[in-house]
C-alpha cells in the first residue's frame, strides 16, 4: 500500500526556521519526482516546490525562491523542505505530493503538517 | 504566479449535473494537456479526481467526467450525490512556473 507521511510542523517566530519532513513506502520512492504544496488557514492550494527523482531538478515558487529548499535521500525514502526566513505569510498546511507519472496530477498526498509562523 | 479562475461556489440538487469552470492562458490550460482536477473535504488532503484534461483514475466515479476548451478547463458532476459536497480544485501545468491551482469552487448540494 502506497503511503506517504508529512511531519516537521510547528510553531515558529517570524524570521525563524523550520525543516518538514516527508516519508514514503509502498513504492519505489526514487522513481518519483515529488512536490511540496501548502494550503493557508481558509484559503486555496499553492504549489510551492518540485524535486526529481534523482534530485538534480528542482523548482520553486516565487513566494518561496530563495528562502525555501527542496531535497531528498532515495536511500531513506524521505522527501524534506527546509524553510528558512519564515513569515506570517507561510502560515499554512504543507503536503507532500507524488505525481501520477509524468502527468502533472497528485495522486498520492500527505496528510499535511501545519506551520504556524507568529510571534 | 496567477492562480486559475474558478467560481467561488456552485451548487445542485441531488441527481442534478453541475459544473465547474476553471480559467487560464496559454500559457497553462490553453498550452498543455495537463490539467488535473482534485476534491478536497474539510480538514483532508486533496483526492486527484481527473488527469490530463480527461483522464479518471482508477475508484474515481465515472460521474465526474471533465474536458477543455481553449483556455479554459471544465469539471462536470453529474446524478449529484450528498457526499459530493467538498471543494474542488482546478491545477494546470504551467511551463516555467511548473504547476498552477485555481482558487477552488465549494460544491453545495441542496
Known amino acids: 500500500e502506497v503511503q506517504v507521511m508529512d511531519s516537521g510542523g510547528g510553531s515558529v517566530q517570524p524570521g525563524g526556521s523550520l525543516r518538514l519532513s516527508c516519508t514514503a513506502s509502498?513504492?519505489?520512492?526514487?522513481?518519483?519526482?515529488f512536490n511540496w504544496v501548502r494550503q493557508a488557514p481558509g484559503k486555496g492550494l499553492e504549489w510551492i516546490s518540485y524535486?526529481?527523482?534523482?534530485?538534480?531538478?528542482?523548482y520553486y515558487a516565487d513566494s518561496v525562491k530563495g528562502r525555501f529548499s527542496i531535497s531528498r535521500d532515495n536511500a531513506k525514502n524521505t522527501l524534506y523542505l527546509q524553510m528558512n526566513s519564515l513569515r506570517p505569510e507561510d502560515t499554512a498546511v504543507y503536503y507532500c505530493?507524488?505525481?501520477?507519472?509524468?502527468?502533472?496530477?497528485?495522486?498520492?498526498w500527505g496528510q499535511g503538517t501545519l506551520v504556524t509562523v507568529s510571534s | 504566479q496567477s492562480a486559475l479562475t474558478q467560481p467561488p461556489s456552485a451548487s445542485g440538487s441531488p441527481g442534478q449535473s453541475v459544473t465547474i469552470s476553471c480559467t487560464g492562458t496559454?500559457?497553462?490550460?490553453?498550452?498543455?494537456?495537463?490539467v488535473s482536477w482534485y476534491q478536497q473535504y474539510p480538514g483532508k488532503a486533496p483526492k486527484l479526481l481527473i488527469y490530463e484534461v480527461t483522464e479518471r483514475p482508477s475508484g474515481v466515479p465515472d460521474r465526474f467526467s471533465a474536458s477543455k476548451s481553449g483556455n479554459t478547463a471544465s469539471l462536470t458532476v453529474s446524478g449529484l450525490q450528498v457526499e459530493d459536497e467538498a471543494d474542488y480544485y482546478c491545477?494546470?501545468?504551467?511551463?516555467?512556473?511548473?504547476?498552477?491551482f485555481g482558487g477552488g469552487t465549494k460544491l453545495t448540494v441542496l
Open positions: 524535486i526529481s527523482s534523482a534530485g538534480n531538478i528542482i
Open positions: 496559454s500559457s497553462d490550460v490553453g498550452g498543455y494537456k495537463y
Open positions: 509502498g513504492f519505489t520512492f526514487s522513481a518519483y519526482g
Open positions: 505530493a507524488r505525481p501520477r507519472g509524468y502527468s502533472y496530477g497528485f495522486d498520492y
Open positions: 491545477s494546470s501545468y504551467a511551463g516555467t512556473n511548473f504547476v498552477v
